[in-house]
């Protein structure tokens, strides 16, 4: 409680493309190792990039989605290092002006929304993979990934904990994939995280020593990384110690992080333009066009769903958290389910079979049609709610049977005929004088209990509606 903890992110996403970012080699995954180089991509002497114009325009629809500035003038830069797997000895990146300006993307935290400042996003290229261990003393090159486009998102120092820093990593997921500029696909390496963590004494204003956990690729492991480095860092501190400015990975086997070299700095890397390169010119008509493509955004959704549908900001920004969730949602209100009713499905019944599984939204075997027809059998009282989840549950085992005749089979079917509900309710009150007597004088519970013994004589088919109001009338005579 006397730390504060500082946060920023910088996030690696793999733009989807079909080519690289300066050359025609093919972006697919999962080939033979070095199937996929080209005399660009492989650095051979005397060969000249051509930038991708699909990563640009990919670039240009992030920047309209967060609101930031699009810099209509941006350059790229060398970046000089030495890795095996970087072919040329330089990554292109840009520095100076990168083509994605200063933004802001909001996470809801605890029913509150926090608006986490994008500083900048850029284009660069990636490098290779190096595989060690393949063989006793060696490690293998793969150069298929070298030159694959990416967008470099980075944030201001906006996080203060685990919990923010996943929040929003999953938004800035979410709307890479809800715009269409990258697949998302963690495991493949789409979407990696680099996060920079320090600590610093309550309420002061000098920031402490950062260190950057490299690729992180899983939302767990961010969450599990942040919590072992700040603890780390806090006891390393009250112990005398101090802490280095360096890069450090996590191993999801043992939960620690570790050092791994130095942090280098930007004139490390000796950055100056490429000369083999014009700067990127963004005219008026690119951004107009780019803009008319872009679908409707989460944001603008959510206020259509406020007000056109009646949800709470809550409910709309849950429904909204993934493009795929939205379809589904959208699909059911055509089908005419009721918009409060399908959202409560979604995010509780849906969503919990769904994490149960691992599984996304579209491997869901209770399709959008289905879940509607459930919904609308309970708002023309056909079953209860109670009843609807188990007629979800044989649907999630068996999505090809019909809604209406498992209502009939599992002998669902609610009593809502009044004639038949008012006898139930006259028997039960027949038998019951005691609780009759004790809600009379004021006890509220025996109202319940009477409801209860209703139900049960009607084996859950009774409307519980219909059950109360009946009961209330009699009760009141």
């Keep these: 409680m006397d730390w504060d903890i500082v946060i920023g992110i910088e996030t690696h996403v793999q733009l989807k493309t079909k080519t690289k970012q300066f050359s025609g080699a093919s972006t697919s995954f999962g080939n033979e190792p070095n199937s996929q180089g080209c005399l660009v991509s492989l650095a051979y002497p005397g060969v000249l990039p051509v930038l991708n114009q699909e990563a640009v325009n990919c670039a240009i629809k992030f920047g309209l989605s967060i609101d930031a500035i699009i810099n209509r003038k941006s350059i790229f830069a060398r970046k000089n290092y030495f890795y095996p797997d970087l072919p040329k000895g330089y990554q292109i990146s840009q520095f100076e002006l990168p083509i994605v300006g200063e933004g802001k993307l909001s996470i809801l935290i605890d029913n509150h929304t926090k608006d986490v400042r994008i500083l900048r996003a850029h284009l660069e290229e990636d490098a290779g993979k190096s595989s060690h261990g393949l063989s006793h003393g060696k490690s293998g090159i793969d150069l298929n990934r070298a030159g694959t486009p990416l967008l470099e998102i980075v944030t201001e120092p906006d996080m203060s904990s685990a919990e923010e820093a996943v929040a929003y ?32 004494k309550k309420g002061s204003d000098v920031l402490g020593t950062r260190r950057e956990i490299k690729n992180l690729n899983s939302f767990k492991y961010i969450k599990q990384a942040i919590d072992y480095e700040v603890n780390w860092q806090i006891e390393t501190i009250e112990d005398g110690g101090l802490i280095e400015q360096s890069t450090i990975l996590f191993n999801p086997d043992t939960g620690e992080t570790k050092a791994m070299r130095s942090k280098e700095e930007a004139n490390d890397y000796r950055y100056f333009p490429d000369p083999d390169l014009l700067p990127l010119i963004v005219t008026e008509e690119d951004m107009l066009i780019i803009k008319d493509s872009l679908p409707e955004l989460p944001s603008e959704m959510q206020s259509r769903f406020v007000k056109d549908l009646g949800l709470s900001m809550y409910d709309a920004t849950e429904i909204t958290s993934n493009k795929d969730v939205a379809d589904y949602f959208i699909g059911m209100i055509n089908k005419g389910a009721s918009a409060k009713l399908s959202v409560n499905w979604i995010v509780v019944n849906l969503f919990s079979r769904l994490n149960d599984g691992e599984m996304s939204i579209l491997d869901s075997p209770v399709t959008f049609e289905k879940l509607a027809e459930l919904i609308l059998k309970i708002e023309d009282q056909t079953i209860s709610n109670n009843a609807a989840k188990k007629v979800f549950e044989v649907l999630w085992k068996n999505p090809e049977e019909s809604v209406e005749e498992l209502i009939e089979k599992m002998g669902l079917k609610q009593i809502s005929d009044s004639s038949e509900v008012e006898g139930l309710v006259d028997q039960i009150l027949d038998s019951n004088a005691n609780m009759i007597d004790e809600f009379k004088s004021g006890k509220e519970k025996a109202f319940n209990a009477l409801v209860g013994q209703v139900m049960k004589a009607s084996k859950g088919k009774a409307n519980p509606s219909q059950v109360n109001e009946i009961l209330k009338k009699k009760l009141s005579n």
């Design 169 to 200: 990593a999953k938004k800035l997921h979410d709307l890479v994939q809800w715009i269409g500029i990258c697949d998302g696909n963690m495991q493949e390496g789409n979407f990696r995280c680099d996060v920079n963590v320090s600590v610093k």
